[in-house]
């Protein structure tokens, strides 16, 4: 998982940082969440490989009707024509009448450095329009370059497992977190949860992370380990990307691209 976040004293050196990645894991479950009430987060995508049983692999957000904003690692050497995105889902493992099912049609990239974990997103265009309604709904994204302040509370989600060694949940879990500096580095905002073990973890890769109603993050990776209290989960901060994400959704709807 990545999280963006302020420069500040504490932040990573590029030795540090270094070694820290070297045992970085991409971010699949949420540890310490609880159920989501059913399709109260009607912007939320789960990316699943085609023809799989238990085949959701990341999660995603929609920010357009025809774009969902995810990790770019999610899809690193994947074939986007064996994946379906899923939208109006709450229970993965019953094929529910709100569902929405997507081909993806086109990846959109911005520089993604899978060896420092930067620029962590990832634009995927669906194949049609989704039929906007209130279990499938367009998260508003942040202004470009926008910061969070440490102590800024948000909701972190992912149909990831529950633990290290524990199943994958049946429905949408969620967790309230909070953003912190310590740590992090410009491209990120980090979040931890205080005084407990509980954070995101592996499966729940490309969901959002929602500040305020807003789009601010993409969770990208963790450092060794799920949930350590050592150290921070990282997200990818969106509001680096409007301005590109923008120009994308423009192109290529039109000059109707603004969610």
């Given at each position: 998982?990545?999280?963006?976040?302020?420069?500040?004293?504490?932040?990573?050196?590029?030795?540090?940082?270094?070694?820290?990645?070297?045992?970085?894991?991409?971010?699949?479950?949420?540890?310490?969440?609880?159920?989501?009430?059913?399709?109260?987060?009607?912007?939320?995508?789960?990316?699943?490989?085609?023809?799989?049983?238990?085949?959701?692999?990341?999660?995603?957000?929609?920010?357009?009707?025809?774009?969902?904003?995810?990790?770019?690692?999610?899809?690193?050497?994947?074939?986007?024509?064996?994946?379906?995105v899923v939208l109006g889902?709450?229970?993965?493992?019953?094929?529910?009448?709100?569902?929405?099912?997507?081909?993806?049609?086109?990846?959109?990239?911005?520089?993604?450095?899978?060896?420092?974990?930067?620029?962590?997103?990832?634009?995927?265009?669906?194949?049609?329009?989704?039929?906007?309604?209130?279990?499938?709904a367009v998260a508003p994204?942040?202004?470009?370059?926008?910061?969070?302040?440490?102590?800024?509370?948000?909701?972190?989600?992912?149909?990831?497992?529950?633990?290290?060694?524990?199943?994958?949940?049946?429905?949408?879990?969620?967790?309230?977190?909070?953003?912190?500096?310590?740590?992090?580095?410009?491209?990120?905002?980090?979040?931890?949860?205080?005084?407990?073990?509980?954070?995101?973890?592996?499966?729940?890769?490309?969901?959002?992370?929602?500040?305020?109603?807003?789009?601010?993050?993409?969770?990208?990776?963790?450092?060794?380990?799920?949930?350590?209290?050592?150290?921070?989960?990282?997200?990818?901060?969106?509001?680096?990307?409007?301005?590109?994400?923008?120009?994308?959704?423009?192109?290529?709807?039109?000059?109707?691209?603004?969610?």
């Amino acid at each position: 998982m990545t999280r963006g976040c302020q420069p500040s004293s504490r932040a990573l050196t590029p030795l540090l940082l270094a070694v820290l990645l070297g045992g970085a894991s991409q971010a699949t479950e949420i540890v310490g969440g609880r159920p989501s009430e059913p399709h109260s987060r009607p912007y939320m995508a789960s990316l699943q490989f085609r023809g799989v049983s238990g085949a959701h692999f990341c999660g995603g957000t929609l920010i357009h009707p025809r774009f969902v904003l995810t990790a770019a690692h999610c899809l690193q050497n994947t074939d986007p024509t064996q994946v379906n995105v899923v939208l109006g889902a709450h229970d993965l493992r019953t094929p529910e009448p709100t569902q929405q099912q997507f081909m993806v049609s086109r990846l959109f990239e911005n520089n993604y450095n899978p060896q420092e974990k930067l620029n962590d997103v990832l634009l995927l265009q669906l194949d049609r329009p989704a039929i906007l309604n209130a279990q499938v709904a367009v998260a508003p994204l942040p202004r470009q370059d926008q910061l969070l302040p440490q102590g800024t509370q948000c909701l972190a989600m992912g149909w990831g497992r529950l633990g290290t060694h524990l199943p994958t949940p049946r429905v949408l879990q969620e967790l309230n977190v909070t953003v912190v500096t310590f740590l992090c580095r410009p491209h990120n905002v980090c979040t931890i949860v205080p005084r407990r073990r509980a954070g995101i973890c592996f499966g729940d890769s490309g969901g959002p992370l929602i500040c305020d109603g807003v789009l601010q993050a993409v969770d990208s990776f963790v450092i060794r380990e799920c949930a350590t209290r050592q150290y921070p989960d990282f997200f990818a901060r969106v509001s680096l990307y409007v301005n590109w994400i923008r120009s994308v959704l423009a192109m290529q709807s039109g000059g109707e691209g603004s969610p």
